[in-house]
């Protein structure tokens, strides 16, 4: 017999029974998408709720980009099931490294992903220079560094800890999650959280 899945114990709370209480504004800044427009960060990051990832497209690490990357997918597929919600939503994925991945690597990376005429947007950005994306990194506190090889020499392998950052409409991040609290219903909630909230208003 096949062994039986885990069962879960904790049960996420219903949306719109707890509140979220403002972290930080996320930082102005400028970034290029796929396409290799220079627009302002805040255009995506503001007039719908956002989940936003640091990420770079050839990180092999189980625990760091693929499991960001697997969990926003798990996340737009369910928002999907109702299309008038995903329209009130978005995803965001931003290159740790602009010089690998300019906008064309990142249009490989996503794919059909980036599809515009999808209700559920994801916006596959980068930016011109490390110069550029330094600030949005230290301002949302999101660590990141290159490995060194055994003679000192910078490798292709950035260390950084995995933080997605659930933003709402107003442009203030709301919740941040790291790979140990990944799970995608609890993650829908707050989304459906901040939805409520911005209905309220």
């Not at 930082?27 to 998408?33: H, I, K, N």
Request: glycine content about 4%; overall charge neutral.
């Amino acid at each position: 017999m096949a062994p039986k899945a885990p069962v879960q114990d904790f049960v996420a709370p219903p949306p719109g029974s707890y509140g979220l209480p403002p972290i930080q504004r996320v930082p102005e800044g400028l970034v290029l998408d796929i396409d290799g427009r220079r627009q302002a960060f805040s255009r995506f990051t503001t007039g719908r709720v956002t989940l936003l990832c640091f990420m770079y497209t050839y990180c092999v690490d189980p625990i760091g980009c693929p499991l960001a990357f697997e969990t926003m997918t798990t996340l737009r597929r369910r928002l999907l099931e109702n299309p008038e919600r995903a329209r009130q939503v978005r995803l965001v994925s931003l290159s740790f490294d602009p010089t690998n991945d300019d906008p064309a690597a990142m249009k490989r990376y996503a794919g059909a992903l980036a599809d515009p005429a999808s209700p559920l947007r994801w916006h596959f950005l980068t930016t011109r220079s490390v110069t550029e994306l330094k600030p949005l990194l230290d301002d949302l506190g999101q660590d990141v560094a290159v490995e060194l090889d055994e003679h000192g020499r910078p490798t292709r392998v950035l260390n950084h800890t995995l933080k997605l950052f659930l933003i709402d409409a107003r442009g203030r991040v709301r919740e941040i999650y790291t790979s140990a609290f990944l799970l995608p219903e609890v993650m829908l909630n707050d989304i459906e959280t901040l939805l409520l909230e911005t209905a309220d208003r």
